[in-house]
């Protein structure tokens, strides 16, 4: 009787990975809620010591600061060209250029900085007019009204009175106008200097869409959402980020579409960048997101200006950074991610089964090694008989665990996806494959790895590859080697466990107070027309129900 009990009681292996399929959940947890506690209890210290008056010291010399005044432009030539000298003419590429005002006997300065102006703009409609023309009827004495109604033929001019903006703006690449006599400076013409032309998107390219792209010029990629189509709703914020080196950045939404609490909410996360020097939309994405610790991506990126107006017309928010292509749209879904323009612009009927292709190869992708591993380790008798006799025999002769094997293998691919994208473009794609075909085969004859898996690893990097989003396609290579640590240690249970543990934590995240994964959870059928299947356009009637838009119909 006790043998028959004995033989119903699970081996220690077994219990063990029960054990672990507990206490490891648990642990995460606990763990999770420890650093955000840690985080938040730094927060709210620094939040308590920013809100803490200054120090005696402190607080006057930021009274020093505030009521020290600002320097004018006094009118004197002389001194006010001393000035400007002093402050940015030790800088190599400022150039200041005197002459005379022919008519007026008045004499003048250009101040500009190499390369970032329009010269024949420049040497036209300045300095030809105000050296060599003049009118008949021109007053007696030079004023800037004069100068701007009557006599420069420009649709850009400024006057500027206070010297420390006139340095700024001179930093920044205008060309700045000084007349002795005047008491304000003439910005003229805007910044222009060499500038990358419009070409096709390099990391969103399509078989059929437009080919235009964004570029690092903040101007030229608010024009080309102008250029998309006429539409008197569409409004663009401009904001200064940056404390050091200052950078203007652009939100751009539809204004009877998008949902006020949503653009208030961006506004605000904005207004508190607080940072030296934004390099990229990249640094605006790591502040503003909800969750830092999540290795989801919370706002989607695009050099697309058809994919962002898109984006606007369903209610999201677009943030655009001049130095950049890459524009952000916020809030967004994982659904969106898997997402391309080209669904839209073929019929319904194939543009959902890429679509599906995409989610098929998005799993594979993530979960390929890690199923392998639990296969292969621990459960063989779940695979056929006649495939699982195959695979044991091309594993003959190996001498590394299933688990080290496939490591071998993904690190490799990951090296030589990282070469190829590093190397000059004529080599960098025969490198990968010839450095893929060269080391697999090797690997192979060498009897360091089996021929099944070299087929595992090359169909989970291929799928890799099939994400419109190279941004998600990174966190899905991260998190494919915490699920192979997981199948190695727990064997189907750990997998099966990494997968819900995914689950859970997308199901917890939120873009800008927006579901993760919605419309999966919480259920919205309505916006099921547009996740797995794209639905016909003539069916898609509403905008998504999760963005809580004023006009919720696509069609008046």
């Keep these: ?32 809620t420890l650093i955000y506690s840690f985080v938040g209890s730094k927060g709210a210290k620094s939040k308590h010591s920013s809100d803490r008056p200054l120090s005696d010291e402190n ?9 020290e005044p600002r ?20 800088n190599s590429d400022v150039h200041f250029r005197e002459f005379m005002v022919k008519k007026f006997h008045a004499r003048s300065v250009l101040i500009f900085i190499e390369g970032m102006q329009d010269e024949e703009l420049i040497n036209k409609q300045v300095l030809q007019v105000l050296m060599f023309e003049g009118q008949q009827d021109q007053p007696e004495s030079i004023s ?18 206070d010297m420390e903006e006139l340095h700024e703006f001179i930093l920044l690449g205008y060309t700045a106008l000084l007349i002795e006599g005047m008491k304000e400076v003439l910005l003229v013409g805007s910044p222009n200097g060499s500038v990358r032309s419009v070409n096709e998107p390099t990391s969103e390219a399509l078989l059929r869409g437009p080919r235009i792209g964004f570029t690092e010029v903040l101007s030229e990629n608010t024009s080309m959402l102008r250029r998309q189509g006429l539409n008197k709703n569409l409004e663009m914020k401009k904001f200064q980020v940056g404390s050091r080196i200052k950078k203007d950045l652009v939100i751009a939404y539809i204004k009877d579409i998008v949902n006020p609490e949503l653009l208030q909410e961006v506004k605000n996360r904005i207004s508190k960048i ?18 830092y610790l999540s290795p989801f991506q919370q706002a989607h990126n695009t050099e697309r200006p058809d994919r962002v107006i898109s984006a606007l017309l369903e209610g999201r928010i677009a943030i655009l950074l001049d130095g950049t292509p890459f524009a952000l749209i916020v809030p967004v879904t994982f659904s969106m991610l898997l997402q391309s323009p080209e669904d839209y612009y073929d019929r319904w009927i194939p543009g959902t089964l890429l679509r599906l292709l995409r989610f098929i190869g998005a799993f594979i992708a993530l979960m390929g090694p890690a199923l392998y591993i639990s296969f292969i380790s621990f459960h063989p008798g779940l695979i056929p008989t006649r495939l699982v006799i195959s695979i044991i025999e091309t594993r003959q002769g190996v001498p590394f665990p299933s688990v080290i094997e496939v490591m071998i293998l993904e690190i490799s691919i990951e090296i030589l996806r990282e070469a190829g994208i590093r190397l000059p473009k004529p080599i960098g794609p025969a490198m990968g494959i010839v450095g893929g075909l060269v080391i697999g085969d090797a690997a192979v004859n060498a009897g360091i790895v089996s021929p099944f898996l070299v087929i595992v690893v090359s169909v989970t990097a291929i799928s890799s590859f099939s994400i419109p989003t190279y941004s998600a396609g990174i966190t899905l290579r991260l998190l494919r080697f915490a699920g192979m640590l997981f199948a190695a240690i727990l064997g189907m249970f750990g997998t099966i466990l990494f997968f819900l543990l995914i689950c859970i934590h997308l199901t917890k995240l939120k873009s800008f107070g927006v579901p993760y994964i919605t419309p999966f959870t919480p259920i919205r059928l309505k916006d099921w027309k547009d996740l797995f299947i794209r639905a016909p356009l003539s069916l898609m009637k509403r905008r998504p129900v999760m963005m809580k838009t004023q006009q919720s119909k696509r069609r008046s």
């Design 59 to 67: 607080n006057e010399g930021h009274a020093d600061q505030q009521h």
């Design 71 to 90: 320097s004018k432009i006094i009118g004197n030539y002389d001194a006010d060209l001393k000035s400007l000298q002093a402050a940015i003419g030790e």
């Design 1 to 32: 009787m006790w043998s028959k009990i004995v033989s119903f009681i699970p081996s220690w292996i077994t219990l063990f990975q029960a054990a672990l399929a507990l206490i490891i959940p648990l642990g995460i947890y606990y763990i999770n």
């Design 144 to 161: 800037n009204s004069f100068i701007k109604e009557s006599l420069m033929p420009l649709t850009q001019i400024s006057e500027v009175a």
């Design 274 to 291: 607080d940072m030296d020097f934004l390099a990229e939309s990249g640094y605006i994405e790591q502040l503003i997101e909800d969750n």
